[in-house]
């Protein structure tokens, strides 16, 4: 099963909007990262933020994480249409990576 | 830097046949892990290599194994196939044991079971 979950599924937004994912997890966790995939393609690794860690920036991305909550954000500001892609939460237990379900990101021209 | 290599891309085979993946992770890297990858179950961890040693494994069944060898190439065998095998195989590698590092993803291999 699926430790993450995230939302929204699917989201559709015009290029220059901003895209907010969230990831909500279950047990506790090490570091969680953020994954990028293209169709078709493998994933690509965005950011990875470790359990005593707020928040951490890498240029237009902002990923969040409240421990206390279980859940992680992650912001992609002035969105461009090569942002097209799915977006996945990762969580390390120390004994696997588990995914979320993934969230689908549309940008429009 | 070459990245990730899996080979073959793509691959067909019926029920009952067994199959065997191949990935080359980036050079040192010493890690390498085998994901499923279906739109039913999303992405499922199959298990780590470290080594030439299984250090973590997922919950499939034993028809699902691995191996690593001394060059940090590994491979993945399936065997008895089933139709719900069919799936987008994934690996990933990284510098060392663990999750703690980002993990380099290759394009995948995507089996198919008629």
């Known amino acids: 099963s699926q430790q993450g979950e995230e939302d929204p599924q699917a989201l559709s937004i015009q290029e220059g909007e901003n895209a907010t994912m969230n990831c909500s997890y279950k047990t506790s966790i090490n570091n969680l990262q953020w994954y990028r995939q293209n169709s078709g393609r493998g994933l690509v690794h965005l950011i990875l933020?470790?359990?005593?860690?707020r928040e951490k920036h890498s240029g237009r991305l902002r990923v969040t994480l409240d421990t206390s909550k279980k859940s992680s954000s992650l912001l992609i500001t002035a969105s461009r249409a090569a942002d097209t892609a799915s977006y996945f939460c990762?969580?390390?237990?120390?004994?696997?990576?588990?995914f979320g379900e993934g969230t689908q990101l549309t940008v429009n021209p | 830097k070459a990245g990730v290599t899996q080979t073959p891309r793509y691959l067909i085979k019926t029920r009952g046949q067994q199959v065997t993946l191949s990935c080359s992770p980036i050079s040192g890297h010493r890690s390498v892990s085998w994901y499923q990858q279906t739109p039913g179950q999303g992405l499922q961890f199959l298990f780590e290599?470290?080594?030439?040693?299984?250090?973590n494994k997922g919950n499939f069944p034993g028809r699902f194994s691995g191996r690593q060898f001394s060059n940090s190439r590994s491979e993945m065998n399936v065997s008895t196939l089933e139709l719900g095998d069919s799936a987008l195989y994934l690996c990933a590698s990284s510098l060392a044991g663990g999750f703690n590092q980002p993990q380099h993803f290759g394009d995948g291999t995507r089996l198919s079971i008629l």
């Open positions: 990762a969580t390390d237990s120390g004994s696997r990576l588990t």
């Open positions: 933020i470790r359990s005593n860690e």
């Open positions: 290599y470290f080594s030439e040693t299984q250090r």
